[in-house]
């Protein structure tokens, strides 16, 4: 049950008539020859930690360990629930917790990398979100995250999600596709959706930099999972909608892969250009010579 490629991967759940998920919790069963029991419950234990760390900030707010963020999610929270939220239930919601989860991490608290701990928050903000809005229940989420899996998989297998290789298009951006692709498959999407929205995503989110204020992922980074929950919660309403999408997902992937090797060094993590090296950033982090 294995797939080398979004073709193979989309062949299979046709030829099976499986969803991705279920495509590729056999692919995990085999790899590892473990249960389903097992798998499952490996996967439900990272989804109790994302959702942990999504609302903790939102009661216990905490400062990062570079002092560049802390507290905007919860800001967000009240601002929402005071009426005055621009974005929807949603959105609103998915991005606050997205950028809670940046907050637990950058403050050396528990997250589970989705695909990089500075991408986080997009993948358990946007599930989070719909379960709430949508009442799905936890095992519905467990198996959207086996979607969300395979998108990773097929991006770690044949490009990659290193912002130091590819920028930030690579991480949040390989995040969002990982969380559209999954949201639409919890949605009721079909397999071939789910892979357009993924595609979607990285087409709208092409070029994006990595330039980590002080070289932490702190700064833009937080307000970026919020960016890539939108980027992704877009890619899957117009794929919900039956909106096609031109370019297949293993091209989107090929080409994200060859814009991020194209990247001068200095916007792919080395904090040497972009938002790094403004004067605002350089006088916030302190560390600029």
């Given at each position: 049950?294995?797939?080398k490629?979004?073709?193979e991967l989309l062949?299979?759940?046709?030829e099976?008539?499986?969803?991705?998920?279920?495509?590729m919790r056999?692919?995990?069963?085999?790899?590892?020859?473990?249960a389903?029991?097992?798998?499952?419950?490996?996967?439900?234990?990272?989804?109790?930690?994302?959702?942990?760390?999504?609302?903790?900030?939102?009661?216990?707010?905490?400062?990062?360990?570079?002092?560049?963020?802390?507290g905007?999610?919860?800001?967000?929270a009240?601002?929402?629930?005071?009426g005055k939220?621009?974005?929807g239930?949603?959105?609103?919601?998915a991005m606050t917790?997205?950028?809670?989860?940046?907050?637990?991490?950058?403050?050396?608290?528990?997250?589970v990398a989705?695909?990089?701990?500075?991408s986080?928050?997009?993948?358990?903000g946007?599930?989070?979100?719909?379960?709430?809005a949508?009442?799905?229940?936890?095992?519905?989420?467990i198996?959207?995250l086996?979607?969300?899996?395979?998108?990773?998989?097929l991006a770690?297998?044949?490009?990659?999600?290193?912002g130091?290789?590819?920028?930030?298009?690579?991480?949040?951006?390989?995040?969002?596709?990982?969380?559209?692709?999954?949201?639409?498959?919890?949605?009721?999407?079909?397999?071939?959706?789910?892979?357009?929205?993924?595609?979607?995503?990285?087409?709208?989110?092409?070029?994006?930099?990595?330039?980590?204020?002080?070289?932490?992922?702190?700064?833009?980074?937080q307000?970026?999972?919020?960016?890539?929950?939108?980027?992704?919660?877009?890619?899957?309403?117009m794929?919900?909608?039956?909106?096609?999408?031109?370019?297949p997902?293993?091209e989107?992937l090929?080409?994200?892969?060859?814009?991020?090797?194209?990247?001068?060094?200095s916007?792919?993590?080395?904090?040497?250009?972009?938002c790094?090296?403004?004067?605002?950033?350089?006088?916030?982090?302190?560390?600029?010579g």
């Amino acid at each position: 049950m294995d797939f080398k490629s979004a073709a193979e991967l989309l062949k299979l759940c046709e030829e099976e008539n499986l969803p991705i998920s279920q495509v590729m919790r056999r692919r995990e069963m085999s790899e590892t020859g473990a249960a389903r029991t097992d798998i499952d419950h490996r996967m439900a234990r990272a989804w109790e930690i994302m959702k942990e760390s999504a609302k903790t900030p939102l009661t216990t707010p905490g400062k990062s360990m570079g002092g560049l963020i802390g507290g905007e999610a919860k800001k967000l929270a009240d601002h929402q629930a005071a009426g005055k939220g621009l974005c929807g239930d949603v959105l609103g919601v998915a991005m606050t917790y997205a950028m809670a989860v940046l907050e637990v991490n950058s403050s050396m608290g528990l997250i589970v990398a989705a695909p990089t701990a500075g991408s986080a928050g997009v993948v358990p903000g946007l599930l989070l979100a719909l379960q709430e809005a949508y009442q799905k229940t936890d095992e519905d989420v467990i198996s959207a995250l086996f979607n969300a899996g395979a998108v990773g998989y097929l991006a770690m297998r044949n490009a990659t999600v290193a912002g130091a290789v590819g920028g930030c298009q690579a991480e949040v951006g390989v995040a969002a596709a990982m969380a559209a692709s999954a949201a639409v498959e919890l949605m009721g999407g079909s397999p071939r959706q789910c892979l357009g929205a993924g595609s979607t995503v990285l087409m709208n989110m092409l070029g994006l930099v990595c330039d980590p204020v002080g070289g932490l992922v702190e700064y833009p980074c937080q307000n970026r999972n919020a960016a890539g929950v939108a980027n992704a919660l877009i890619a899957a309403e117009m794929s919900l909608a039956g909106v096609p999408q031109l370019i297949p997902f293993d091209e989107m992937l090929e080409t994200m892969y060859t814009v991020g090797r194209g990247l001068p060094a200095s916007l792919r993590e080395t904090a040497q250009g972009g938002c790094a090296v403004t004067p605002s950033a350089c006088a916030a982090c302190g560390m600029c010579g």
